[in-house]
């Protein structure tokens, strides 16, 4: 079991939800447990030998521990590697850390991570965030969840692992999540890669698309600004409201990539969660337009089972560019592309 404490990743500038007095963190905490109901959830144990079972039936080492971040929170983390990998040395190792949604545990996609590692030859470490389930310290602000992230980096960074070699993998409000920690180890010279999936431009058009109805027209615009705003003046002063489309401009092109749903139609059943016009993808089209470039890969909701393909496994879902792919092979294609 490994245990790691990180270092203040902000310099003791304090984050920039820093401004939220003792009175307003009670309501803070309220809308996160909106934002991540996930801390709602009973905490899920796997006992030491089904851990052991999986692992040898998967040809992987598996390792638990606990990662601090400056701010006193406990984060649950595991490590699925290789056999393989643990005779290369760790300068030329790989590693994808996952950022999970809103309602999810690690836990249960221990069986994604595993197919990841073994597919694509690298070390997996999946988390759960503060609050959710056996990690410790209630989230107040969404930048509490983008620290918890920070530190996970961070830990390999001090164990001499190249930032190059680290790709942070961020599904729906963990994409949010994921690029705001992309973006952290950008800025100070320390780039990773990013896969950005299903997820927002920001929280307050996320929560005003689930309100409003997906209408293209006049009226359907006009509610979504109306409930876009009412939710941003809620969320912007609790601290739970973030530019995502903005940190994802900023990275440069060679280091990210995002998967959008189609938008509902004959081909398509649509996201079912994230209205269209609240995407990650809505949000930067305009200026990867003027930059001439593309970092999005659309893909398609085929299964109406889920409602829409917000919630599909990658491997169900069908590339719009080339549909004999899926999205896990789009997936697995960034991941080789900047690969030696």
Known sequence: MFRYEAPNP??????????????????SQSIGKLVLPAQWREPQNIGEMTLNQFAHANGLLIQGGYVGTHDSAILDTI???PKAESNTPLRNQHFIIKFNGNGMFYQDALRNFAHDANKLNVTVIGFNYRGVGNSKKTPETFQDLVTDGIAQVQRLLDSGVD?????VDGLSLGGGVATMVASHFHKIGKPVYLWNDRSFASISKAAAGVVAPEIDNIFGETLATSFEYTSWSLMKPAGWDVNVAKAYNAIPD????????AKKSARSYGDGVIAHRASLHEGVKQEEKKK???TGHKVYAQNGFFGGGHNMSRSDLVSAENTSLTGQDQFENFIRNHRP
Request: proline share 0%.
């Open 163 to 167: 930032s190059k070699k680290i790709t």
């Open 79 to 81: 490590e699925l590697k």
């Open 254 to 261: 060679e280091y990210k990539n995002h998967m959008y749903v």
């Open 292 to 294: 001439g470039i593309r």
């Open 10 to 27: 902000y310099n003791n500038e304090g984050s920039f939800f820093s401004f939220l007095s003792s009175n307003s963190v009670s309501s």
